[in-house]
């Protein structure tokens, strides 16, 4: 389960939306797959506020890397392939 460094540099908003990135590019999460709910988030991360997820969600959303449909939940978009 990932976890939070309080010592890291990174804001928790910032690990939350690398720990995400890092499943997108390896594949756990792939195109058209909707990303854990805010509320799965809030249980993987004890401790971590909901604006706190919704502040890295919105990282990877200005990344381009997943979109948020209303109602229905926020998609991992599909990836150019590295150079």
């Known amino acids: 389960m990932p976890e939070i460094d309080r010592t890291s540099r990174l804001y928790p908003f910032e690990q939350i939306a690398a720990w995400l990135e890092d499943r997108i590019r390896r594949g756990d999460l792939k195109p058209g797959m909707p990303i854990p709910s805010e509320t799965t988030l809030q249980q993987a991360f004890p401790g971590v506020a ?10 990877l959303r ?22």
């Open 50 to 59: 909901r604006t706190t997820i919704r502040r890295a969600v919105r990282l």
């Open 62 to 83: 200005d990344r381009g890397l997943v979109e948020t449909l209303p109602r229905r939940g926020t998609y991992v978009l599909p990836q150019d392939p590295p150079d």
